[in-house]
């Protein structure tokens, strides 16, 4: 029979400490990238201009069809190959993981435009307002608060797939327990661990991206 230890996680608490601290640098840097990319994203999508359109498209469709991995794989080992700059583990790791979430951003933002009348903004520009101007006053300050339920569960996502920082061995949470297991060999309540401190912090995220919605829904 397996006998249970979870002292092993009391004694070396400061490991998951410091690895949940490295998970969230990961998430808000990747966020912060994948939040502006993601809205020029969205501009292009939405653009009627083929040389900006089509790229973006691209971009997106590519993005959103291949696996994060395999992305993070060949931001860390190809990239340097093809253009001679290296990057840390960890730089490699936030790149790679704000371009992947910068294409399901811009869905967000797109489909959060999109919901706006476009009345709207032939009525900004009948009064004078340039496109960017009825964007920035007038669509985006009622479309944000329709994209922050999405945008609440794509940081959980984030969030999760920062895991896969263990694989070019950046000292996320994931890649910190793996380490103490190799030198306690207590798994089970490592991994539990693990995992209630997941959803400790996920939680939080999703519950409140219901909350909202459900008023939001009301509200309308």
């Known amino acids: 029979m397996y006998q249970w230890h979870f002292e092993v996680i009391y004694d070396y608490y400061t490991v998951?400490?410091?690895?949940?601290?490295?998970t969230a640098q990961l998430t808000v840097f990747s966020f912060s990238i994948?939040?502006?990319?993601?809205?020029?994203?969205?501009l292009g999508r939405l653009s009627k201009k083929r040389l900006i359109n089509i790229?973006?498209?691209?971009?997106?469709?590519?993005?959103r069809a291949t696996p994060a991995l395999?992305?993070?794989?060949?931001?860390?080992?190809a990239l340097p190959i093809i253009t001679g700059i290296r990057l840390s583990s960890f730089s490699a790791i936030v790149l790679g993981l704000g371009l992947h979430t910068a294409?399901?951003?811009g869905e967000i933002f797109r489909g959060g435009i999109q919901s706006i009348e476009r009345g709207q903004i032939d009525a900004a520009k009948?009064?004078?307002m340039v496109y960017h101007q009825a964007m920035l006053r007038i669509i985006l300050p009622q479309a944000v608060r329709r994209m922050i339920p999405p945008f609440m569960n794509e940081t959980?996502?984030?969030?999760?797939?920062?895991?896969?920082?263990s694989v070019l061995a950046v000292y996320e949470l994931l890649h910190a327990s793996n380490v103490l297991i190799t030198e306690t060999y207590r798994p089970l309540e490592i991994y539990t661990a693990t995992a209630i401190i997941f959803g400790i912090i996920i939680?939080?995220?999703i519950a409140i991206s219901r909350v909202i919605e459900k008023r939001w829904a009301k509200g309308r």
């Not at 959980?156 to 920082?165: D, E, H, P, W």
């Open 203 to 205: 939680y939080p995220l």
């Open 103 to 105: 294409a399901y951003l």
């Open 156 to 165: 959980a996502n984030l969030i999760k797939l920062t895991t896969l920082g």
């Open 70 to 77: 395999v992305q993070l794989v060949w931001i860390y080992y």
């Open 126 to 128: 009948s009064v004078g």
């Open 34 to 42: 994948g939040i502006v990319l993601g809205f020029f994203l969205a």
């Open 55 to 63: 790229p973006a498209t691209v971009y997106v469709e590519a993005f």
């Open 16 to 22: 998951f400490i410091d690895g949940a601290w490295v």
